[in-house]
């Protein structure tokens, strides 16, 4: 493959090369846009399921579609919204088949935190404990624009909610980081 410039639109244009090499048919191209999206798609996903065990099964479901749609892509979004936009609408439909609690449950009550001495944990325990106690659809908005680098715009697109909407939530969601990162200062 060619080589291609650094950082953003360099991995853009890297996944559009391999959206091209799936749509003919190439399956190492596939296992390498997945292998570059596996990691960010488990902590986006994690938002929004909160069900840890899901969280493959959608990967292998969004990568699926990605292989059978992959020529019919859009080249007005970026590959990254494109991807994200399937996985958000894969795990909301196995949300929504296996019966669980809605994606945009406003009342859900995350679990205690499984700790009371803030002392011993490091920025990144902190931070990941923080996150959870955001709503789901609090933590899904935060983490698309601030764990996966996505503008307003693009978070609005992959999640097909407004954008006034998108705004609301991030802002809720900084909001209660706020008030509840300074428990863990102590």
């Keep these: 493959m060619n080589a291609c410039p650094k950082g953003k639109?360099?991995?853009?244009?890297?996944?559009?090369?391999?959206?091209?090499r799936i749509a003919?048919?190439?399956?190492?191209?596939l296992a390498t846009l997945y292998g570059s999206y596996h990691e960010r798609l488990c902590e986006f996903l994690y938002h929004l399921t909160r069900h840890a065990e899901?969280?493959?099964?959608?990967?292998?479901?969004?990568?699926r579609v990605?292989?059978?749609?992959?020529?019919?892509?859009?080249?007005a979004s970026l590959v990254s919204t494109w991807i994200f936009g399937i996985a958000y609408c894969v795990g909301s439909k196995t949300?929504?088949?296996?019966?669980r609690e809605p994606?945009?449950?406003?009342?859900?009550t995350p679990d205690p935190i499984p700790w009371s001495d803030p002392d011993g944990i490091d920025l990144r325990?902190?931070?990941t404990n923080g996150l959870a106690r955001l709503t789901p659809d609090q933590g899904l908005v935060f983490e698309l624009?601030?764990?996966?680098?996505?503008?307003?715009?693009?978070?609005?697109?992959?999640?097909g909610i407004p954008l006034g909407t998108v705004k609301a939530r991030l802002f809720q969601a900084r909001v209660n980081l706020r008030s509840v990162l300074p428990v863990f200062m102590g």
Excluded: K, P
């Design 66 to 75: 990605v292989w059978q749609e992959a020529a019919n892509f859009q080249q």
């Design 9 to 20: 639109q360099g991995a853009e244009a890297r996944d559009r090369l391999l959206l091209e």
């Design 95 to 99: 949300l929504s088949q296996r019966d």
């Design 103 to 108: 994606v945009n449950g406003d009342d859900a």
């Design 54 to 63: 899901m969280i493959h099964e959608v990967i292998n479901e969004c990568f």
């Design 24 to 29: 003919q048919g190439d399956r190492d191209a």
């Design 125 to 127: 325990d902190w931070i």
């Design 145 to 159: 624009v601030y764990g996966a680098g996505h503008s307003l715009d693009e978070a609005a697109t992959m999640t």
